[in-house]
């Protein structure tokens, strides 16, 4: 407790419990920001609208009778915010559990294992081993395992590196069964020296100490009764906030992007602000989640761009939203199902913007470890030209074996 105390000292004073604000427009764009005629469009992506659930959000994971929407196909639009869930998706059903760890005992110990219906907890839940019985895990393998990292390389032609990323897989004690939480975060600062670098950090900062103060240290109390989708929401809000307000003392016009993502048992919750960008490996195919808040991202929604000539398109690092340029923002929120996927990958468009898809998504299934995924991709754009900071943070997800 002492280290955290230390390392997020004098986030206390932070508003965390503001509502979402309207979109706003940046009065006079910097660097990377557009004019204000984009911001005029209504913005993609679901935005924060729940109230905390009055439910301990932790009784769910469990639940054989909680239900989520399945995950959009490729080009769909966002779940409404009136449609997404606040509380996270359940770890398996009692039923599927009962019939798995009644076939692994059968298949380690067929004279052992007992009937289906003796068996009343989960698989994977803490529970006391009867005399006579095996373990119920003897015989399950994992073709990969939960696992992530975040790498960042200053490209081959800044002098700086205005990007900050952050990657943390912890596990969280709970009766019966315990819970596995990750917290990714992508931040692609803009300003220079004396803005961008510090707004990115800045943002992590925050946004790692919101989730550690709201989340993680409630929950370890058994106190945490906070809606998961408006705590990722004013996280973002609360950094927002902090670079503003630094902004104003240092006489500067910094700001970030910011992509969030917090991973609790099966479900993604994801704040995102700017053109740093979500992707799921799924068996079909990488699958971009969140949509880019820039002239481009705009117009390929509106159907007036191909996607295929973003790349070169002159208006493709002008953003109409950023973290930290007004006293307000409106975050975007999705809710994602991890589903059948197998990796999640955040980045800055220093690395999309000089990596092509399909190369992204080969690079994700070459190598089971995600530092040598990572160190993959920031090579790949790298050889491409490396014009910007790259920045990455992959994600492995756990798979049965097949």
């Known amino acids: 407790m002492t280290f955290f105390r230390k390392l997020f000292r004098g986030g206390e004073g932070e508003d965390e419990s503001a509502p979402t604000p309207p979109a706003q427009t940046p009065d006079a764009p910097p660097a990377r920001v557009a004019p204000a005629t984009p911001a005029a469009a209504p913005p993609t992506g679901a935005q924060a609208a729940a109230t905390p659930n ?45 019939r798995r760890r009644a076939a692994s005992m059968a298949q380690s110990s067929p004279h052992l294992a007992p009937p289906p219906q003796s068996v009343t907890e989960p698989l994977d839940a803490t529970h006391q081993i009867e005399d006579g019985q095996a373990p119920a895990l003897s015989a399950h393998r994992s073709a990969q395992g939960l ?14 590196n205005e990007d900050s990323v952050f990657a943390m897989l912890i596990t969280l004690p709970r009766e019966g069964i315990d819970l596995s939480v990750g917290l990714f975060i992508v931040a692609d600062g803009m300003g220079g020296h004396q803005g961008g670098e510090v707004a990115s950090r800045l943002a992590i900062r925050t946004v790692i100490h919101h989730v550690l103060s709201q989340l993680v240290m ?147 299934v070459r190598s089971p470890w995600p530092q040598d995924i990572c160190n993959e991709l920031i090579a790949l754009a790298n050889l491409a030209g490396g014009e910007d900071n790259i920045s990455a943070v992959v994600v492995s997800l756990p798979m049965a074996e097949r």
């Not at 409404?80 to 869930?85: H, L, R």
């Not at 109409?320 to 999640?344: C, E, N």
Request: net charge negative.
């Open 147 to 160: 696992a992530a990292m975040a790498a960042r390389d200053i490209g081959r032609v800044r002098e700086i």
């Open 218 to 364: 409630p929950a370890l109390d058994d106190t945490m009764t906070t809606a998961l989708q408006p705590l990722m929401v004013s996280a973002v809000q609360a950094a927002n906030q902090a670079i503003w307000d630094t902004a104003q003392a240092m006489g500067t016009d910094m700001g970030t992007t910011c992509t969030a993502a917090l991973l609790v048992g099966h479900g993604l919750y994801i704040a995102h602000v700017g053109d740093t960008r979500a992707y799921l490996y799924e068996p079909d195919g990488l699958r971009q989640i969140t949509s880019d808040h820039s002239t481009v991202g705009r117009l390929i929604q509106l159907g007036q761009l191909d996607p295929t000539e973003a790349r070169e398109h002159p208006l493709r690092n002008q953003l109409y939203r950023t973290v930290g340029q007004q006293p307000q923002v409106m975050v975007d929120f999705i809710y994602q199902p991890v589903g059948l996927s197998s990796h999640l990958l955040l980045c800055s468009d220093g690395l999309w913007g000089m990596v092509e898809d399909p190369a992204l998504a080969q690079a994700l």
């Open 54 to 98: 009055s439910a301990t959000w932790w009784d769910s994971v469990a639940s054989p009778s909680t239900e989520f929407p399945p995950p959009s196909p490729p080009g769909a639009s966002p779940t409404p915010p009136d449609e997404m869930p606040t509380i996270p998706m359940g770890v398996m059903s009692m039923e599927d559990a009962r």
